[in-house]
């Protein structure tokens, strides 16, 4: 075989051994932690559903704001089945997807650079849920990368390839549409990517207007759901507010890897002050040093002039960043939805992609160690909590029923019911109209083995009403967070006649045996 040929297969086999050990933290985190609620509604909906019936969808967790990842999953699910594992595990081609990108940035010898980027908290812990973030992520990051090296090779082939991975990112998740804003806006900033696009309108024009106009259709698309309308119900339903100046400081929390050095997720759910920060105060000042840091490095570079196209190019990615997550908030305050972190992983690419330009824009190398060693001894501390630490751990619906099986007595389960029916299959709380006979699949899932009655113990007049027309005797009673923490008191009233004992405190769940006279 001639010398090249052998050559190029060696270093093909080289890239692919050294991505493999990227991704190994990634396939590390698809634990078999419990499925959570919106996650068991879209494995109901890939075993059950019809490939394209997804107009009808909005009850199962709104589908059908996220067309082209279920459309994925209920292919997957087909080959690989739809246990814990199965279900996770299609996040790993886009991890691996993610990782590739930011290799494409970082450039030639940017392997060192990238490996803590293989232990951010965001893609560790989304590897680790049956939903689209971590895809969306690694469309948006694919997306900069093709971009770039276009811009770099002048390849207009690239161009149709960044626009397919906006595309996806649209398709993927409603909220991909992050995505398209957030690069079109880094373009406008970008003055070197700007000058190009422009003075190569030719070659590059019939792939933005392709994307134009396939987006404009998918526009369409999503506002004939009426997603906006049913989020801002969903957030009335549950006395959530609108979104404002919070919820962006929480992305930057998340996004900066803060998720596993501050309190858990169901500690700050329950409410409190700032003194619940406190005993994490040595883990969040690390991740606070870790940040600081690399905005120092940013200045000195900048500074000193170094490889000022990289620097430029981080600054109109963050200034692009800055001006998409304000979109956003007015976006969310005049719709009255609430967004989370996760709904803005597009930006979190952005920020990735910022902290790796940083890091490579920097010549003095004990610096760059430096920068380097603080975001993989932060993040890798966040991602390890996040895995294996419970508290940090998912809502645990799996163990919940367990315990409530162990106890031989009625279960009343007054929480989200279909991650239940996943573990116990008593499917009361599915849509029907979405079950379409020939691709309902088998397996060992959705199997009713102990009844359950799923109850809505929400107010206390309906809910003494409900524990009164039960037979008398004794149950187990299993709470959901609403009524864990049941700040206007509805379940202490319900319950008030009712003697019993908690049986297991979990995350997100509370097994109570009561006895009704």
């Not at 090249?4 to 890239?15: A, F, K, P, Q, V």
């Not at 107009?55 to 997957?76: C, I, K, N």
């Not at 700007?194 to 019939?206: D, Q």
Request: net charge positive.
């Amino acid at each position: 075989m001639p010398e090249g040929i052998t050559g190029s297969r060696h270093r093909w086999l080289l890239y692919a051994a050294g991505l493999l050990l990227l991704l190994a933290p990634s396939f590390f985190a698809v634990s078999r932690q419990s499925l959570w609620p919106d996650e068991a509604a879209s494995a109901y909906f890939a075993g059950h559903a019809a490939l394209f019936q997804l107009p009808g969808a909005q009850d199962m967790a709104m589908a059908a704001q996220m067309p082209g990842y279920h459309v994925l999953l209920t292919l997957w699910v087909r080959l690989f089945g739809d246990s814990e594992f199965a279900l996770r595990a299609m996040n790993l081609p886009f991890a691996a997807l993610f990782l590739v990108s930011l290799l494409a940035l970082a450039g030639r010898g940017g392997w060192s650079l990238v490996v803590p980027f293989a232990f951010y908290p965001l893609l560790i812990y989304y590897v680790n849920e049956c939903r689209p973030y971590v895809a969306v992520m690694a469309c948006t990051a694919a997306a900069l990368a093709c971009l770039e090296r276009s811009r770099r090779d002048n390849s207009p082939g690239l161009i149709w390839a960044c626009a397919g991975f906006l595309l996806a990112a649209f398709c993927l998740h409603l909220l991909g549409a992050l995505a398209l804003g957030f690069v079109f806006v880094y373009c406008l900033l970008d003055g070197e990517t700007r000058r190009w696009l422009l003075g190569g309108w030719r070659n590059y024009g019939s792939a933005v207007a392709v994307l134009a106009v396939a987006s404009a259709g998918l526009l369409g698309y999503y506002r004939g759901l009426g997603i906006s309308q049913a989020a801002a119900t969903a957030a009335a339903a549950t006395g959530r507010a609108p979104s404002g100046w919070k919820n962006a400081a929480f992305f930057f929390y998340e996004v900066l890897g803060f998720d596993g050095l501050g309190p858990p997720r169901n500690q700050m759910r329950a409410g409190g002050n700032a003194t619940l920060f406190l005993p994490y105060s040595g883990w969040m000042a690390l991740g606070a040093l870790a940040a600081l840091f690399l905005a120092v490095v940013f200045v000195h570079n900048w500074r000193s002039r170094t490889k000022r196209a990289a620097l430029l190019m981080a600054g109109s990615m963050s200034a692009a960043i800055l001006l998409a997550l304000a979109g956003l908030t007015l976006g969310a305050r005049a719709l009255s939805f609430s967004f989370l972190g996760r709904h803005a992983m597009p930006l979190a690419a952005g920020v990735c992609s910022v902290l790796l330009l940083a890091l490579r824009s920097e010549k003095n190398s004990a610096l760059r160690l430096a920068g380097w060693t603080l975001l993989l001894v932060t993040w890798g501390a966040s991602s390890a909590h996040l895995v294996m630490s419970y508290p940090y751990g998912k809502d645990d619906a799996r163990t919940a029923l367990q315990i409530a099986r162990d106890s031989k007595l009625p279960i009343l389960w007054n929480a989200d019911g279909l991650n239940a029916n996943y573990y116990n299959g008593c499917e009361e709380a599915v849509a029907p109209s979405l079950v379409h006979p020939l691709l309902a699949g088998a397996g060992t899932h959705w199997v009713c083995t102990i009844p359950l009655r799923i109850l809505d113990l929400s107010g206390g007049v309906y809910a003494g009403r409900v524990l009164r027309s039960l037979p008398r005797g004794r149950y187990v009673l299993v709470l959901g967070k609403q009524d864990i923490y049941d700040p206007q008191g509805a379940l202490r009233e319900a319950i008030a006649d009712a003697p019993g004992r908690t049986l297991a405190q979990l995350n997100g769940y509370q097994v109570r045996e009561l006895e009704l006279h």
